[in-house]
C-alpha cells in the first residue's frame, strides 16, 4: 500500500485547509486510516481515524470540534478538513492505514503499517 499526502501549506490563525492522503496498491488490506501530527521536538500523535467500511470516526480530543476526518470510497482517498486552525496544530501531518480487524481507532503509531510522507501544516498566529 503506497499512501500520498498532500495539501498542506502556511495559513494564518482562524484559516482552514483541507488534507487529501490518496493509496494505492493493496488497499483493500487496510481497514482504517489516520492522520497523525508530529511537531518539532514532539512525538508523533494521533490526530482522527476512520473505519474505511462503515466511515465510523475517532478523534484526538484536541482537535475534536474542528477537524474532520472523512473518505471517498471511489477514490480511495482519506481528507482531513482543519477548521479553526491554531499556531499548536503547526506539524507535519501524516496519514496511516492500518491492516488489523476490526478497526477502532487505534492511537499508537505502532499499530499502523503504512505510513505517507508527510505534509507541512503551518500556522502563523
Known amino acids: 500500500v503506497q499512501l500520498q499526502a498532500s495539501g498542506g501549506g502556511l495559513v494564518q490563525a482562524g484559516g482552514s485547509l483541507r488534507l487529501s492522503c490518496a493509496a494505492s496498491?493493496?488497499?483493500?488490506?487496510?481497514?482504517?486510516r489516520a492522520w497523525f501530527r508530529q511537531a518539532p521536538g514532539k512525538e508523533r500523535e494521533f490526530v482522527a481515524g476512520?473505519?474505511?467500511?462503515?466511515?465510523?470516526?475517532y478523534y484526538a480530543d484536541s482537535v475534536k470540534g474542528r477537524l474532520t476526518i472523512s473518505r471517498d470510497t471511489a477514490k480511495n482517498t482519506v481528507y482531513l478538513q482543519m477548521n479553526s486552525l491554531k499556531a499548536d496544530d503547526t506539524a507535519v501531518y501524516y496519514c496511516?492505514?492500518?491492516?488489523?480487524?476490526?478497526?477502532?481507532?487505534?492511537?499508537?503509531?505502532?499499530?499502523?503499517?503504512?505510513w505517507g510522507q508527510g505534509t507541512q501544516v503551518t500556522v502563523s498566529s
Open positions: 476512520i473505519t474505511w467500511a462503515n466511515g465510523n470516526t
Open positions: 496498491g493493496r488497499t483493500f488490506s487496510t481497514y482504517g
Open positions: 496511516a492505514g492500518d491492516t488489523r480487524f476490526p478497526y477502532n481507532g487505534g492511537s499508537h503509531a505502532s499499530e499502523y503499517e503504512y
